[in-house]
């Protein structure tokens, strides 16, 4: 299973790794070489602020003598991005009560399942809230998750108050004594305010009716809409206090770039990264992992 997940992995830095490679094995480093490790970056969606970051860094490096040839340059690298991902800070996930939130399609209901699956596989009992009222096929598509992971659910009634079902949410997952509880939101954005009114609404409830929880709000973002994902994940972290993204689709994209620009730009930390529509095509974003991939890979 684990080169099953590694393969998949593998073509999310392949492509920026095979370009990186032919840097590293460069005789001279200059002005020039950086230049064209700019394009790189910016191509990998690493993001224009970023990529200036960690090209600057590198620049002062060539001045000061520390990086003179290609595998200096690959040295140099290694804790300049290191530093970027730590930007945004690392988020606590030891937690026992879930909020998903982020637009429709980002990927929140398959990653509440791929959530359940992994805890129901040491052994935890997990319950499922489907606050989603909105789209009528949402509580059908989570139901069927649910079947299929050994989780069970509680749904709403189309339309009804997504607050109502979490309370209800809560209700079970207290009386029922659950160890991990999962709730699905709708990601509508007519409105900021609107969004603001909703997952307030909802925080507030998970608040009062689970006082000794510790909860973790996390926004679901899409690897493959690159830059355009980062107005739409502003809003949702104005809107509520994000603890950690999951960077979902991330077998989509061959641009690896992307989880420095979210940490740096958006000071969130990754917290999972997905990688395909399978229950075990999740895992925890491990920063210097990433990075070691990145460049020696
Ligand atoms: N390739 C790929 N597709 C994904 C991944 N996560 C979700 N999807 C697909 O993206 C679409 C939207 O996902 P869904 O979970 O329904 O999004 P939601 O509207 O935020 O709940 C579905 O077709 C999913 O199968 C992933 O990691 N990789
Ligand atoms: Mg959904």
């Not at 206090?241 to 930390?269: C, P, R, S, Y």
């Amino acid at each position: 299973m684990f080169n099953f997940i590694k393969n998949k992995l593998q073509k999310i830095y392949s492509a920026v790794t095979s370009k990186l490679a032919s840097f590293f094995g460069q005789a001279k480093v200059d002005e020039a070489t950086l230049k064209e490790l700019e394009k790189l970056l910016i191509a990998a969606d690493t993001g224009v602020k970023t990529t200036r970051t960690i090209i600057e860094q590198l620049r002062e490096g060539i001045k000061h003598g520390s990086i003179k040839e290609g595998e200096s340059l690959r040295i140099a690298l290694e804790p300049i991005l290191n530093d970027v991902l730590k930007s945004g800070g690392s988020p606590n996930l030891d937690t026992n009560v879930f909020l998903l939130v982020g637009i429709n399609g980002s990927g929140k209901t398959t990653f509440a399942s791929k959530l359940a699956h992994q805890h129901v596989q040491h052994g935890k009992k997990v319950l499922f809230v489907a606050a989603d009222t909105f789209r009528a096929a949402a509580p059908e598509q989570l139901t069927c998750w649910a079947e299929r992971t050994g989780a069970d659910i509680v749904l709403g009634k189309p339309n009804q108050d997504p607050a109502s079902v979490v309370f209800e949410g809560c209700q079970k997952f207290k009386t029922d004594n659950y160890d991990i509880l999962i709730i699905d939101t709708a990601g509508r954005l007519q409105t900021k305010s609107h969004l603001m009114d909703e997952l307030g609404k909802i925080g507030r409830v998970v608040a009062k009716q689970l006082p000794d929880s510790s909860i973790a709000t996390l926004l679901t973002v899409d690897s493959m809409l690159g830059q355009n994902s980062f107005e739409q994940a502003k809003l949702f972290q104005e809107s509520t206090n994000v603890n950690g993204i999951v960077l979902t689709k991330m077998d989509g994209t061959g641009k690896g770039g992307i989880v420095f620009a979210i940490a740096h730009e958006l000071k969130i930390a990754i917290a999972y990264i997905t990688f395909g529509e399978q229950p075990d095509q999740l895992k925890r974003f491990n920063a210097h992992d990433y990075v070691h991939e990145l460049l020696y890979q």
